[in-house]
């Protein structure tokens, strides 16, 4: 979402012949890709299983919980924070086990004892926004990810706390 067009230009200007292929899975499966030699490079969201790759820390990003203004099911959290325990209570719409987001999740709950149980599991950042602009539930995503439609009314958007997820 934020690296891959300024990489692409980047790498065109000082390297022309290089070819760049982009692609979007969840982080357990870019892992094998790695591994596999699929793919000379990625960004994923934790490396819980670095055996054989060498990881290098690029960017943080903020983990934020985001609804439509006609969201179903829980009480709406007040202000622009939401605790992570507040936030595991409401109906949630977030990707499945294997994906790197969802293990961030998981862990920064874990670390609260707090248990994660989604009401939508959906490997699909696209998926996860219209499913929320629909009122289905709560999203959780990068920030960035969804502030295009935070800027423009669809979704509210609030920061998660107690802990962080970056």
Same mark, same amino acid.
């Given at each position: 979402?934020?690296?891959?067009?300024?990489?692409?230009?980047?790498?065109?200007?000082?390297?022309?012949?290089?070819?760049?292929?982009?692609?979007?899975?969840?982080?357990?499966?870019?892992?094998?890709?790695?591994?596999?030699?699929?793919?000379?490079?990625?960004?994923?969201?934790?490396?819980?299983?670095?055996?054989?790759?060498?990881?290098?820390?690029?960017?943080?990003?903020?983990?934020?919980?985001?609804?439509?203004?006609?969201?179903?099911?829980?009480?709406?959290?007040?202000?622009?924070?939401?605790?992570?325990? =507040?936030?595991? @209570?409401?109906?949630? #719409?977030?990707?499945?086990?294997?994906? $790197? &987001?969802?293990?961030? !999740?998981?862990?920064?709950?874990?670390?609260?004892?707090?248990?994660?149980?989604?009401?939508? =599991?959906?490997? @699909?950042?696209?998926? #996860?926004?219209?499913?929320?602009?629909? $009122? &289905?539930?709560?999203? !959780?995503?990068?920030?960035?990810?969804?502030?295009?439609?935070?800027?423009?009314?669809?979704?509210?958007?609030?920061?998660?706390?107690?802990?962080?997820?970056?």
């Amino acid at each position: 979402e934020i690296l891959a067009a300024p990489l692409i230009e980047a790498a065109r200007a000082r390297y022309p012949e290089i070819r760049i292929r982009v692609a979007e899975a969840m982080s357990g499966y870019i892992r094998d890709w790695l591994k596999r030699g699929d793919v000379d490079l990625a960004i994923i969201y934790s490396v819980a299983n670095p055996r054989g790759l060498v990881a290098h820390h690029v960017l943080s990003e903020e983990i934020s919980l985001f609804a439509s203004r006609s969201v179903e099911g829980g009480s709406e959290p007040r202000g622009q924070t939401v605790g992570l325990a =507040e936030a595991a @209570s409401l109906p949630l #719409i977030i990707p499945g086990r294997e994906h $790197g &987001l969802r293990e961030l !999740i998981e862990n920064a709950a874990g670390s609260i004892d707090v248990a994660v149980k989604p009401s939508i =599991e959906i490997d @699909s950042y696209s998926q #996860i926004k219209k499913l929320a602009q629909r $009122g &289905l539930g709560y999203g !959780i995503l990068p920030r960035m990810a969804v502030s295009r439609e935070a800027e423009t009314g669809l979704f509210r958007i609030w920061a998660i706390e107690k802990p962080e997820i970056t």
